[in-house]
């Protein structure tokens, strides 16, 4: 059964999958602020029974990224004036972009794995959204690009540290200053993605994706998210700590211990 949290998404959840869909596919799935609320507010309502999320999207493009009806100066009906906010108070301008950063960044603390299935154009908040799940899988005709800065912009929804973690500081300052598009065969050989499928196979090949993170044990998976995510940020010392307490937690739920 789905469930519509705005007129441009919809959930549904199928035992331990929960799938939201971007659903404006006459417009490429372009993305305005309350869509942004929308994600992070479904960020925040996954079952805690839901053991993988997908991010997908209606038509032949992921996202075609910003609705650029919201910088003109009579705005988008419906939405923030994002112009007038910015030349207004600057800390004001700055709590809004929070709550529209939320939808991207909340992915990763969800303990559930989040796969981004992309196909055709993810460009700028499009790009950001796939870079907020955890893994990608793509399609032969994928086109990811971060096009802000050739709009006067940088991109402000999480996509900057995010691409940093998986190609490094230069790859990311390249892709990022020339707006170009990386096709299926680079993401793949830069870690952008870790699957490339035909087009028509992309729903077949997710869900295939999403059978095989389901043979691992519930917890094991819930460990291992975090355990991998933050350990460049942790010592190598505390690294292994990390991994001993983990593992303790598991193995004594095994023998029917108190994890600890």
């Known amino acids: 059964m789905s469930t519509r949290l705005h007129p441009h998404l919809r959930a549904e959840t199928s035992g331990p999958v929960h799938t939201l869909t971007l659903d404006n596919p006459e417009a490429l799935n372009a993305q305005a602020p309350s869509l942004w609320l929308a994600l992070a507010q479904a960020a925040r309502e996954v079952p805690d029974t839901v053991r993988v999320v997908v991010l997908a999207a209606e038509g032949g493009s992921f996202s075609a990224g910003l609705n650029r009806a919201m910088f003109t100066p009579a705005g988008m009906p419906g939405e923030p004036p994002v112009l007038a906010m910015a030349a207004g108070d600057p800390d004001a301008f700055r709590a809004e972009i929070a709550r529209y950063q939320e939808g991207f960044t909340a992915w990763r603390t969800l303990p559930a794995i989040v796969v981004a299935a992309v196909q055709g154009h993810a460009i700028g908040a499009g790009f950001q959204l796939a870079l907020g799940a955890d893994l990608r899988i ?92 933050d350990a460049a940020d942790r010592s190598p010392a505390d690294q292994l700590l990390a991994e001993a307490a983990a593992q303790q937690r598991l193995l004594s739920r095994l023998v029917g211990g108190s994890p600890r």
């Open 138 to 229: 793509v399609t032969e005709d994928v086109s990811f690009a971060m096009k802000e800065p050739s709009l006067g912009m940088v991109p402000d929804l999480g996509g900057t540290r995010r691409l940093v973690e998986i190609v490094g500081p230069a790859r990311a300052l390249d892709i990022c200053g020339t707006t170009r598009a990386i096709g299926a065969a680079e993401a793949l050989a830069i870690g952008l993605t870790q699957r490339v499928v035909p087009t028509a196979e992309l729903t077949t090949a997710t869900a295939e994706y999403v059978a095989a993170l389901l043979k691992a044990e519930p917890g094991a998976l819930r460990e291992l998210k975090p355990l991998l995510r």
